[in-house]
């Protein structure tokens, strides 16, 4: 199965300034997902990202707030935007992989704990 | 809409003290069922994917089921270890995404 390394871990941030978050995949995968985990709350679908087109973003979440590049196969980023108090959760990504006994899963990264001040 | 809710939110349980835990799923047209495990400060561990109502799959202490309402994941003799919290979520219709349940906190004591 693919393995995902996610920077950063974790930030402490100001409100109102904004924070990049680097997803990179061992292998090349067509899609990568970014979900968010507030505190004490499961995890939400933000946007899937293709590579070579505009991502596509789930309701509640607009391009402006979390815009995400997908420059290749096997990178991603994920940037908050305009960051409030509110912006402080995990953000994790995410992508689908075959795995032994061809069960298919989605494998996902350790996670950007964010705070914000 | 799809939906998921586990049950229950937490659990505390013995060491060797089986049980097991519940996903109920309302959707349109399941293409899988998905179970993680997820520890404090980390992201989900893929567990089960389970396809159709009746399959089964094993992974040491855990065992998880599927019908067309709802999935158990059942724990036997559980240690220590297996603390953390349980994830169930659904992928349905031509969606890729996933749609999590809340999660079910275990703890185990020894």
């Known amino acids: 199965s693919a393995v995902i390394s996610q920077k950063p871990s974790r930030d402490i941030c100001q409100r109102g300034t904004s924070l990049t978050i680097q997803c990179q995949v061992d292998?090349?995968?067509?899609?990568m997902f970014w979900y968010r985990q507030q505190p004490g709350q499961s995890l939400t679908l933000i946007a899937t990202?293709?590579?070579?087109?505009?991502?596509?973003?789930e309701s509640g979440f607009v391009i402006d707030k979390f815009p995400i590049s997908r420059p290749n196969l096997t990178f991603s980023t994920l940037t908050v935007s305009n960051m409030s108090p509110e912006d402080s959760s995990i953000y994790l990504c995410?992508?689908?992989?075959?795995?032994?006994?061809?069960?298919?899963?989605?494998?996902f990264g350790s996670g950007t704990r964010l705070t914000v001040v | 809409e799809d939906q998921v809710t586990q049950s229950p939110e937490a659990l505390r349980l013995q060491e060797g003290e089986s049980s097991s835990l519940n996903c109920s799923y309302t959707?349109?047209?399941?293409?899988?069922l998905f179970w993680y495990r997820q520890d404090p400060g980390k992201g989900p561990e893929f567990l089960f994917t389970?396809?159709?109502a009746g399959e089964e799959k094993e992974k040491e202490r855990l065992k998880a089921t599927l019908t067309k309402k709802e999935s158990f994941l059942h724990i036997t003799a559980p240690k220590p270890e297996d603390s953390a919290t349980y994830l169930c979520?659904?992928?349905?219709?031509?969606?890729?995404?996933?749609?999590f349940g809340q999660g079910t906190r275990l703890t185990i004591n020894p």
């Open positions: 995410s992508v689908g992989s075959v795995r032994p006994g061809f069960n298919y899963g989605y494998t």
């Open positions: 292998s090349q995968v067509t899609m």
């Open positions: 990202a293709n590579q070579g087109s505009e991502a596509t973003y």
């Open positions: 959707v349109s047209g399941l293409r899988g």
């Open positions: 389970l396809y159709s």
């Open positions: 979520a659904v992928q349905a219709g031509g969606a890729q995404k996933l749609v």
